[in-house]
Structures are given as structure tokens and as C-alpha cells.
């Protein structure tokens, strides 16, 4: 996987989007190869039965509720078995450091999950920061479906400046402070992405 995020030209245009927009979206941050490798890499294991419904909330106040939400989801706890996925990884950790110099941010850890949605899902408006644990600064998602107009699933970014509708195709990131209202819109197609969300502790400690 080339190097991407930290890169001369692309890390300024991010840092700048953020700054101005909360957002940033780039349409193919990784190639189609490596797209379908993960892509299979998750199928192995949605076959397998490892993902769960994905619910509301953390620790004592997480709850299932498909009004509001309805996808499936597995944590990533090792990046080793793939080498593409150890590289998205260690590119995200860069990412982290960028942050912090760029914003002068105490961010530590990331924590990372394959979701999938089935025809049928949705993700109603929310945000990713829990009022009780404010630990999540960042959402990032790396987007796998070989998307095609009428699929479905767009994001949509709720910011004091409008609204933007993000289409989720194979290869593209989005990275939105988490404090940002979003939405997943009803999917067509079965969704691939990996989730992930940058914090200023630990990942073992988000509990605090
Ligand atoms: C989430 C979420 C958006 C997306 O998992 O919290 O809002 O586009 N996902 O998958
Ligand atoms: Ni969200």
C-alpha cells in the first residue's frame, strides 16, 4: 500500500479540510487490489459468524436498538495476519502524529472495526462522541464496497456550513471530528468498511 495521509500535498489538504470543514474526504486513498483483499479478509469472517449487531453506546449504558442502527461489526484486535491491513494501521498511527503536531492534540490510541451492512441497514443521525466518555477526536472509515449509484449507503456529514453526501466507493476515506452529526442512508447492497476513531487514551482505558 503506498503511503498516504502523511504525504506532502494530501496532508495539507486534510489538515486544512478539517480545519475549516470538520472533514475531509479522499475518493482513493487505497487501490481496487487492496480494497478486495480486505474485503475478503472481512467475508472469511462475517462467514465464520464473528461480527455481531452492532449496538448503542459503551460499557453500562450499550444497548441494541435497530430503529436507530442496524449493522454488523467486528473489532479489529491485530493487524498482523494482514499485511494490508497492518499497513492501513501504521498509516493511521502516522495520521495520529500529524493531529497532534497540526492541532496540538493529546491523541493516543485508535480503536478499528470491520462493519457490514446488509440490504435493508441504516445508521440513523447521530454522533460518535459519547456525552459520558469523550474520548473518540476523530472517526475515520476506509470505505470496500465496489460501489455503484443506486447501492445506497451514502454518509452524510451534518456541519453548521450544510450538509454533504459522501459516497462510499471502494478505496475513498473520510475522516470527520466525531462530534459531527452523521448518518448512514438506507443500503441497497451489502456495505463494506472499516470504522475507526482516534482518541486522546489508551484503547484499553476508554472505559474511563
Ligand atoms: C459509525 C458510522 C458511518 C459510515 O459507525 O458510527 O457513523 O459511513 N459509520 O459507515
Ligand atoms: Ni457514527
Given at each position: 500500500?503506498?503511503?498516504?495521509?502523511?504525504?506532502?500535498?494530501?496532508?495539507?489538504?486534510?489538515?486544512?479540510?478539517?480545519e475549516?470543514?470538520?472533514?475531509?474526504?479522499h475518493?482513493?486513498?487505497?487501490?481496487?487490489t487492496?480494497?478486495?483483499?480486505?474485503r475478503?479478509l472481512?467475508?472469511?469472517?462475517?462467514?465464520?459468524d464473528?461480527?455481531?449487531?452492532?449496538?448503542?453506546?459503551?460499557?453500562?449504558?450499550?444497548?441494541?436498538?435497530?430503529e436507530?442502527?442496524?449493522?454488523?461489526?467486528?473489532?479489529?484486535?491485530?493487524?498482523s495476519?494482514?499485511?494490508?491491513?497492518?499497513?492501513?494501521?501504521?498509516?493511521?498511527?502516522g495520521?495520529?502524529?500529524?493531529?497532534?503536531?497540526?492541532?496540538?492534540l493529546?491523541?493516543?490510541?485508535?480503536?478499528?472495526?470491520?462493519?457490514?451492512?446488509?440490504?435493508g441497514?441504516?445508521?440513523?443521525?447521530?454522533?460518535?462522541?459519547?456525552a459520558?466518555?469523550?474520548h473518540?477526536f476523530?472517526?475515520?472509515?476506509?470505505?470496500?464496497t465496489?460501489?455503484?449509484?443506486?447501492?445506497?449507503g451514502?454518509?452524510?456529514i451534518?456541519?453548521?456550513?450544510?450538509?454533504?453526501?459522501?459516497?462510499?466507493?471502494?478505496?475513498?476515506?473520510?475522516?470527520?471530528?466525531?462530534?459531527?452529526?452523521?448518518?448512514?442512508?438506507?443500503?441497497?447492497?451489502?456495505?463494506?468498511?472499516i470504522?475507526g476513531?482516534?482518541?486522546?487514551?489508551?484503547?484499553?482505558?476508554?472505559f474511563?
Open positions: 500500500m503506498k503511503p498516504f495521509l502523511v504525504e506532502e500535498g494530501i496532508s495539507n489538504e486534510m489538515l486544512s479540510g478539517i475549516q470543514h470538520g472533514y475531509y474526504i475518493r482513493n486513498i487505497i487501490n481496487v487492496d480494497a478486495a483483499a480486505l475478503a472481512m467475508e472469511i469472517r462475517y462467514d465464520q464473528q461480527f455481531k449487531k452492532a449496538g448503542i453506546g459503551k460499557g453500562a449504558s450499550f444497548s441494541i436498538n435497530e436507530i442502527r442496524k449493522d454488523s461489526i467486528l473489532w479489529i484486535e491485530e493487524t495476519s494482514s499485511p494490508i491491513l497492518a499497513s492501513y494501521s501504521s498509516h493511521i498511527d495520521l495520529i502524529s500529524l493531529l497532534n503536531r497540526h492541532f496540538f493529546p491523541l493516543k490510541d485508535k480503536e478499528l472495526m470491520f462493519a457490514i451492512y446488509e440490504k441497514s441504516y445508521y440513523r443521525k447521530h454522533r460518535d462522541r459519547f459520558k466518555q469523550q473518540r476523530f472517526t475515520i472509515i476506509l470505505y470496500l465496489d460501489w455503484q449509484k443506486g447501492d445506497g451514502e454518509l452524510m451534518y456541519t453548521d456550513q450544510g450538509e454533504v453526501k459522501v459516497e462510499p466507493h471502494q478505496g475513498s476515506f473520510v475522516i470527520f471530528t466525531s462530534e459531527t452529526e452523521h448518518e448512514v442512508l438506507p443500503v441497497f447492497a451489502r456495505r463494506y468498511s470504522t476513531w482516534i482518541t486522546d487514551v489508551p484503547i484499553g482505558l476508554t474511563l
